[in-house]
């Protein structure tokens, strides 16, 4: 197990180093640079002084070689150019925790939700309660979360209904745990999709656990429905969303940019598609990086689960 | 067993979520519109400028400024612009249209128009520090310093010598600018350079703190809590991309004339919310585009709020690529130019695709913008509106003109539908590719030509094309820098930077340097308007399109308000709030 760990690590390595390789390459190649809107306007002169600041004025290899001998000695791609002093990390200082927050408390109540809602729909399978919530998923899933976001703003901001606050975020003392009354309109914009996903996953693996023979077996043994249930098939049909839940997590800290948007949410997701729009290479670079760190860990940790949960599975045995 | 804690921690958290989505949290000074009362003030006897009821709570809400750079000296954008117009203080500061003195309280310009001196009002620092001359002359000093690379540099380089040291040929000690003494400032000019004042009171003018600077070194200007202030406001609290609170600076000369207390600034990028909170009185103004315009125009209509127009004196116009290899390979001629120039008529244009918004162009220079104490634009005749009338809806005539221009040029056919041209547009939104399309086919109909559109959604893509010259005629906007109409005329000058047709003309260059020798205002109006009128009725180098123009809303609450022209996007020392 180690060393497969170990394995993988030395893989992710590799896979960073040719995503951070090829964003550079990509991200050069395109006509245009951070500073173009810039300096769009500027007298010549100006333009060559502030294009050699910056060194655009060096070929693409001498730049991505510089770049890279940064990552090594100081561990960072270096300043944003858009935002003179900005860099990645100082930004994912402020920015990270909120993000963290936000999707804690999606994920705690669209999946929990979402769960829940599929077990009573497999249950109960055929009644009105499962049409209702499957079109209820239905309308979930369909419905962008900007339309929702601004809604929810609409009737239970300004409205006569609530009177949350319309934006704002916690911060300072109460970044973590206060400030509820910001949070729960933006919690539940982001989990309707997950409420959406996570019920009809449930139904369709409890609808199949329902299905197997062993359930069979355990209902002419003569439990009673709720051991039936409990005992078998909720146990056999989680090991489909112990193995998306990773992703969901991943997916999640990408940030919501609508979202963030609509409530001005200082997150992630915001902040990085800024720097792609503006082409603020130091900026893309660390967070293409860091993103693609999550996700090679997720992809990991997703293996490793499928291992635990289902015991046919061997990480790492043999060629 | 694994299995069964897991699903007895998701029953648990699941109770936890819920009773989190049922609750209702205090949370005190966070974020939001929190309006809890800031304590009484005496401010109830005091009466607003024009005789109001003041209301006993001075503070403002709005929208954060996107700064970029908190270093003076790097500013280039509206935004951060307006950051600066609240806590600084320049020499002169723009009231209505008009600049006032401000930092200066009086100065005097020698005959020869190349001497100015400038007399500094006593004025304090946020820290207690005077403001004084030599302050200012660091600033230019700072400004100069090539390795800095700032982008408005060139602001500075009618100063005798200043480009000169930019360029590192000779010592600041030669540059005209000096100290006479704490409150004497004295310009020397290259040539004269009758709106240098308005240049001057540009936010990269101020004066700056150089220990200040030092003490944050390399980090200064990425932090606004590293600002020193010499203007009516100053920072309290201020986080990135979410909030900034500035409150009155008691330093400044004029404290008393300011009336807000604070200023809370949030950052709202979504237009939906920025008008949900409007709408709930919890932000004071808000800009409009789109749908939002019609629906906010008629509240203000009927009194619900205040309609501010200004604040963006902006042309937009197609620039036509003059050079022998454009794709077509005929936009060298004028004629062909013109032709195509004349089919499209710019009041229709803006009654079909804008509704009427914005005022139509048949000029450059857009109103608003002054010849000493006259608007341009009411003095100088818009050089095409007639000549047009006599093309408009005509395609015989302008086929004509189209073919005249082809014999000259020795390509001449019969067949025009073998022609194409290529169009360079620019735009994310739908509005903007409706516009292009209906350009092409007022074109094409007109002319028989083939228009080959190609619209680019990307600033970085649509520059390089442009400064590549490939297109035949392509979507172009300047905004004014300085109010004078050479911020607009001197775009055009052979080998400017935004000259992306590249449009060279002997005549025009020398009218451009008789306008930098020439102060008498009578004369510089001849000028601009010869220049205006060969750059796009003879020469066709650009046909005009429409003067743009912002709507924006205010709270009724809130007066005294500003969008200024220049400078910045907001002004807050002449705002205060009613009793309502």
């Known amino acids: 197990m180690a060393k497969y760990i170990i394995r993988r690590l030395l893989e992710m390595l590799i896979t960073l180093f040719l995503i951070v ?35 655009y004025d060096r070929p693409v290899i001498e730049r991505y070689v510089i770049t890279m001998k940064g990552l090594i000695i100081k561990g960072d791609f270096g300043e944003s150019i858009i935002r003179p002093g900005e860099t990645f990390a100082k930004n994912l200082k402020a920015k990270l925790p909120v993000t963290i927050r936000l999707s804690i408390q999606q994920i705690l109540l669209g999946v929990t939700a979402g769960i829940l809602l599929g ?10 309660w499962d049409k209702l919530i499957l079109v209820g998923a239905m309308f979930l899933v369909s419905m962008p979360s900007l339309v929702i976001s601004l809604l929810l703003q609409k009737y239970c901001a300004n409205g006569d209904i609530l009177k949350l606050p319309i934006i704002g975020w916690p911060k300072g003392k109460e970044l973590w745990l206060g400030g509820w009354k910001y949070t729960i309109l933006p919690t539940i914009a982001g989990s309707c999709s997950f409420i959406a996903y996570y019920s009809r996953l449930t139904k369709t693996s409890m609808l199949e656990s329902i299905n197997q023979e062993y359930t069979l077996t355990a209902r002419a043994k003569g439990l009673s429905e709720m051991q039936i249930v409990k005992n078998h098939v909720i146990r056999n049909s989680f090991i489909p969303i112990i193995t998306v839940l990773p992703s969901t997590v991943a997916g999640i800290l990408t940030g919501s940019l609508f979202i963030e948007r609509v409530f001005s949410i200082p997150g992630m997701g915001r902040y990085y598609i800024e720097a792609v729009q503006g082409r603020d290479i130091p900026i893309v670079l660390a967070g293409t990086t860091f993103y693609a760190i999550i996700t090679v860990i997720t992809m990991l940790i997703t293996d490793i689960l499928y291992g635990i949960v289902d015991p046919r599975i061997k990480i790492g045995a043999g060629k | 067993m694994r299995l069964k804690k897991f699903f007895n921690l998701l029953l648990v958290t699941g109770l936890f979520a819920a009773s989190l989505a049922g609750c209702n949290g205090s949370a005190g000074k966070s974020a939001g519109g929190d309006t809890a009362a800031t304590g009484q003030t005496s401010q109830n006897e005091k009466k607003g400028p024009n005789g109001e009821t003041l209301a006993s709570e001075q503070i403002a809400h709005g929208q954060q400024f996107h700064v970029i750079t908190f270093d003076t000296a790097q500013v280039g954008d509206s935004e951060s612009g307006s950051f ?17 003195n401000a930092g200066c309280e009086k100065y005097e310009v020698s005959e ?37 690379a700032c982008p408005y540099a060139f602001f500075t380089f009618p100063i005798k010598n200043a480009e000169k040291y930019y360029n590192g040929e000779c010592d600041f000690k030669e540059v005209g600018v000096e100290a006479v003494d704490d409150y004497t400032l004295k310009f020397t000019l290259e040539a004269p350079e009758p709106y240098f004042t308005d240049k001057l009171s540009y936010t990269m003018f101020n004066p700056i703190r150089v220990d200040n600077i030092e003490k944050y070194g390399d980090t200064y200007g990425t932090d606004a809590m590293q600002i020193l202030s010499c203007g009516p406001y100053m920072v309290q609290e201020y986080t990135a991309s979410q909030s900034t609170v500035l409150v009155k600076n008691p330093e400044y000369w004029d404290a008393e004339n300011v009336y807000l207390e604070e200023i809370d600034l949030q950052q709202i990028d979504e237009t939906a919310t920025q008008f949900q909170l409007f709408e709930a009185d919890q932000l004071d103004f808000v800009a409009a585009s789109g749908d939002y315009l019609k629906k906010w125009d008629q509240a203000a209509s009927e009194g619900k709020c205040q309609l501010y127009t200004n604040g963006d004196v902006a042309s937009q116009f197609f620039s036509f690529n003059t050079q022998e290899s454009s794709p077509s390979g005929l936009m060298q001629n004028a004629k062909v130019r013109k032709a195509i120039a004349y089919t499209l008529d710019s009041q229709t244009f803006i009654d079909s695709v ?47 003109l189209f073919h005249e221009g082809l014999k000259e040029l020795g390509k001449d056919t019969d067949n025009l539908s073998t022609i194409t041209i290529q169009f360079l547009g620019y735009g994310e939104s739908t509005i ?32 390089s094309a442009q400064v590549a010259g490939e297109f035949d005629m392509c979507m172009q906007v ?36 008789q306008l930098a020798k020439e102060q008498d205002n009578e004369k510089r109006l001849k000028l601009y308007e010869e220049a205006e009128t060969i750059l796009i009725k003879e020469d066709v180098a650009i046909k005009p399109l429409l003067y743009r123009d912002k709507h924006s809303y205010i709270n009724n609450r809130l007066k005294g308000f500003q969008y200024p022209v220049f400078g910045g996007k907001y002004e807050f020392k002449y705002a205060y709030i009613v009793e309502e």
């Open chain 2, 112 to 148: 020869d128009g190349l001497t100015y001196t400038f007399h500094l009002r006593k004025n304090k620092w946020s820290d207690g520090v005077e403001v004084v001359a030599s302050q200012y002359k660091d600033t230019i000093e700072r400004v100069l310093n090539a390795d800095l």
């Open chain 2, 478 to 513: 300047w905004g004014a820098d300085y109010n004078d109409p050479m911020t607009f005329i001197d775009i055009f000058r052979t080998g400017g930077s935004s000259n992306y047709g590249k449009y060279s003309s002997e005549t025009y260059d020398k009218l451009l340097d």
């Open chain 2, 354 to 400: 804008y509704n009427s918004r914005y005022t139509a162009a048949y000029g450059l220079v857009t109103p608003n913008i002054k010849v000493g104490d006259k608007e341009y634009r009411t003095e100088v005749p818009e050089p095409i509106k007639e000549e047009y009338s006599e093309y408009a809806n005509n395609p015989e005539k302008l086929k004509a």
């Open chain 2, 432 to 463: 903007e590719k409706d516009i292009e399309q209906y350009v092409v086919q007022r074109i094409q109909d007109n002319l028989g030509i083939k228009v080959n559109l190609n619209i680019v959604g990307d600033f970085g893509l649509a520059h």
């Open chain 1, 21 to 55: 390789t090829a964003t550079f390459f990509l991200l050069s190649a395109i006509p245009g640079n951070a500073l173009t809107s810039k300096i769009a306007k500027l007298p010549k002169t100006v333009q060559t002084k502030i294009i050699q600041k910056y060194g």
């Open chain 2, 84 to 100: 600066f117009l609240a806590t600084c203080e320049g020499l002169f500061r723009e009231n209505h249209g008009v600049l006032e």
């Open chain 1, 119 to 128: 077990i009573i729909a497999a249950m109960k399978r055929g009644s009105y």
